[in-house]
């Protein structure tokens, strides 16, 4: 019977909290008298409190974020319903900014603001020989790796089978774009590095596979980077994965040297562009070499086997309708494999918030806060602009449609106005941005890029037939009779299981 239970409700099964296995790890002498268990935001709150309930905890700390705040709001009020002595502590991003005012925090005992590692088992130790501290917040000083355990031994091997094992190097971002929470997670600060890469090499004894590095800035300082690389290099075994968030106008040769060795489809760099605007970029203390990202992309796409994530945020202040659209023109020429359009949320503590009154900015009162409208962009641009987002998601994205819109643009003024127009269209015929088969999505795409651009129905059907292949459907499309030939339709058998993963399709 535990008497300390550590929880969270991740956003998928498949997630493995790390912030719940840091806490764990430096729970020192206490490690004995806690466990952890986690869930998903799927599992209903009823029976999510049935499972913390069965062990009798005296203490139940939970991790709070923006994707599950609602759900775990719904959580600790059963709890304490049912167990009103029961201890509850919060901690997590969510709860770190903001506290007066937000129901969970209103329901808990305790909340640790900020960094929690350390925080949460010295509470946990007060409180169980009986001191409770007089303040309901409080916060946590900020950690340095040589005081901490690093959590890695925390990972099960059901964990490294099925699920994404998360790991950092570093934790901190030197830069202040003033709509991301690591613009106040200062200063930089790095695992030693032998440490670090003693643990990754136990993970990969394991038998792990993928890495997906959390580090804001992996490509911050070019020795640690050139040894991480250096070191899964060495290592690299078939099927290993690598992602890693860099910053797109800082790529020495030391690190472009190591990056072009690995094999194809080995490394995924998740690139914030976020912005072309240099005016926008300004407003939100945002410092980006735009001609210098270009020139990395250029060497990402022609001379490694990189898998290129490009970011791209809709509604930030001072950016309207076509300056977004010039800049999604601009970054479709750097040929990244996947451009991810967000819009703009208002995470808790970030100072985007000084722009409101001058930039008419409104948001969501509700996670994830998303922007409604601005200045620049009326709430119906912003709802365009979601729906727009959608549909590059299921179309430009996915790996479903890689010829399809490889035709688009060929003699496409602007990617963006051909894309908006397919989106308006989409929306028109069917109300719907979700729950529509691939086979009605790709007729309806054949449709309006024969139909309303006028492009040959002979082009567009070849390069639609070449999609459905290569994700290994076997059924003709009815549309699609009189445009393609009657060459035998391959079985799934004949292809690669392609359509297991975005990263597989991209890669076919």
Not at 172 to 184: I, Q, T, V, Y
């Amino acid at each position: 019977m535990a008497e300390i239970v550590l929880t969270t409700l991740n956003a998928k099964y498949a997630h493995a909290s790390f912030g719940l296995r840091y806490l764990l790890a430096n729970m020192g002498e206490l490690r004995g008298r806690a466990r952890l268990v986690e869930f998903d935001i799927n599992q209903r709150p009823l029976d999510i409190a049935e499972a913390l309930l069965a062990d009798g905890p005296g203490i139940v700390g939970l991790g709070v974020y923006i994707w599950n705040v609602a759900e775990t709001t719904e959580v600790v009020g059963v709890l304490k319903r049912l167990r009103p002595e029961l201890i509850v502590v919060l901690g997590g991003p969510e709860v770190s900014y903001e506290t007066q005012g937000q129901e969970i925090c209103g329901l808990a005992d305790y909340v640790i603001t900020g960094e929690a590692d350390l925080a949460f088992g010295e509470l946990c130790g007060q409180l169980l020989t009986g001191r409770r501290p007089l303040m309901k917040v409080i916060p946590a000083r900020l950690p340095e790796f040589a005081e901490m355990k690093l959590p890695y031994e925390l990972y099960t091997e059901r964990d490294i089978a099925q699920r994404v094992v998360y790991v950092e190097a570093s934790r901190g971002c030197p830069f202040k774009c003033e709509f991301c929470l690591s613009s106040l997670d200062v200063p930089v600060r790095a695992v030693p590095l032998e440490l670090f890469l003693g643990e990754m090499g136990k993970l990969i004894d394991r038998g792990l596979k993928q890495f997906k590095f959390v580090d804001r800035t992996f490509n911050l300082n070019a020795k640690t980077g050139e040894a991480i690389l250096r070191f899964f290099h060495e290592r690299y075994v078939e099927g290993m994965f690598l992602h890693f968030e860099m910053i797109p106008d800082r790529l020495p040769e030391v690190l472009r040297g190591w990056i072009a060795k690995f094999p194809a489809g080995a490394l995924q760099f998740e690139v914030g562009i976020q912005t072309f605007n240099e005016e926008v970029s300004g407003l939100i203390s945002r410092r980006q070499d735009n001609a210098k990202v270009e020139e990395n992309f250029g060497f990402l796409r022609e001379q490694t086997g990189v898998h290129v994530h490009a970011d791209l945020i809709v509604g930030l202040p001072g950016e309207d309708l076509e300056s977004f659209g010039r800049g999604f023109d601009r970054l479709v020429g750097m040929k990244p494999q996947e451009i991810q359009v967000g819009i703009l949320k208002r995470l808790r503590g970030t100072p985007i918030v000084r722009h409101d009154g001058e930039w008419g900015m409104v948001y969501g009162g509700h996670p994830p806060y998303e922007v409604l409208q601005t200045k620049a962009m009326d709430f119906a641009t912003i709802q365009r602009m979601r729906r727009f987002a959608r549909y590059w998601d299921l179309i430009g994205n996915s790996g479903n449609f890689k010829d399809t819109v490889a035709g688009m643009w060929k003699g496409a003024v602007s990617p963006f106005s051909l894309f908006l127009g397919l989106s308006d269209w989409i929306y028109s015929e069917t109300g719907q941005t979700h729950a529509i088969a691939l086979g009605r999505l790709a007729e309806l795409v054949f449709r309006y890029l024969t139909e309303v651009c006028g492009m040959d129905a002979k082009e567009v059907a070849e390069g639609i037939w070449k999609d459905y292949q290569r994700v290994g459907r076997s059924d003709r499309p009815e549309f699609l009779r009189g445009y393609i030939g009657e060459e035998r339709v391959p079985s799934k058998g004949d292809l690669v299981k392609a359509g297991k993963s975005r990263q597989a399709r991209h890669l076919a």
